[in-house]
């Protein structure tokens, strides 16, 4: 029942942003996290995933009036467009074997997201990843910064350590009090 409800308001939202473009806005705060967890998982650099995540809510907008509801959710829709957009990108760069391979799983994925064969279990991850990526955002400066550092730039411990000016004693606390205090939000918002 709530999921009929949710698919009925998204589905106004949709028929309100091609009515009038300005209310796109709703979608956009509405399913930006999960477009940029989606992202993200398939881009090496955080810059570079902010722009396809940009690009793509654009081309969205763009597009949006060429929508047809399929019952198919509009998230997917928005992943189908990222993952055409990574792989342009990785064409464009012609990049060399390995990089093939991801370019074909990213059309094999926006092919099984075009055909509506994006499984219930991968959209949950995405959206856990969207929550994830929300509560890093709630964590105190430290916390956050050493997350970021660690596990965003994939820095060492001595690298962070040198980079935020403390010991490297000091950032393990610093990542052992976020991550701790990460779970405990994350598990309060699965309740």
């Given at each position: 029942m709530k999921a009929l409800k949710k698919e009925a308001d998204e589905r106004l939202l949709i028929e309100a942003a091609q009515q009038d473009p300005a209310r796109f806005?709703?979608?956009y705060e509405l399913h930006f996290e999960r477009v940029y967890a989606y992202v993200v998982r398939r881009?090496?650099?955080r810059a570079e995933a902010e722009d396809v995540t940009a690009e793509a809510f654009h081309q969205a907008l763009a597009n949006l009036k060429r929508f047809e509801w399929r019952g198919i959710p509009f998230v997917a829709w928005l992943f189908r467009i990222a993952a055409n957009l990574i792989s342009d990108r990785?064409?464009?760069a012609g990049r060399e074997v390995v990089d093939d391979e991801r370019?074909?799983?990213?059309?094999?994925e926006s092919g099984r997201i075009e055909s509506g064969k994006i499984s219930p279990a991968e959209i949950e991850e995405v959206e856990r990843r969207a929550t994830l990526?929300?509560?890093v955002d709630t964590l105190p400066a430290e916390q956050r910064r050493v997350v970021m550092l660690r596990f965003v730039e994939e820095k060492s411990i001595k690298e962070v350590?040198?980079?935020?000016g403390k010991t490297e004693g000091a950032v393990k606390q610093l990542q052992f009090r976020a991550?701790?205090?990460?779970?405990?939000r994350l598990e309060g918002a699965d309740a």
């Amino acid at each position: 029942m709530k999921a009929l409800k949710k698919e009925a308001d998204e589905r106004l939202l949709i028929e309100a942003a091609q009515q009038d473009p300005a209310r796109f806005g709703e979608l956009y705060e509405l399913h930006f996290e999960r477009v940029y967890a989606y992202v993200v998982r398939r881009v090496a650099d955080r810059a570079e995933a902010e722009d396809v995540t940009a690009e793509a809510f654009h081309q969205a907008l763009a597009n949006l009036k060429r929508f047809e509801w399929r019952g198919i959710p509009f998230v997917a829709w928005l992943f189908r467009i990222a993952a055409n957009l990574i792989s342009d990108r990785w064409q464009r760069a012609g990049r060399e074997v390995v990089d093939d391979e991801r370019i074909e799983s990213a059309q094999t994925e926006s092919g099984r997201i075009e055909s509506g064969k994006i499984s219930p279990a991968e959209i949950e991850e995405v959206e856990r990843r969207a929550t994830l990526f929300r509560l890093v955002d709630t964590l105190p400066a430290e916390q956050r910064r050493v997350v970021m550092l660690r596990f965003v730039e994939e820095k060492s411990i001595k690298e962070v350590a040198r980079e935020v000016g403390k010991t490297e004693g000091a950032v393990k606390q610093l990542q052992f009090r976020a991550l701790t205090n990460l779970r405990a939000r994350l598990e309060g918002a699965d309740a």
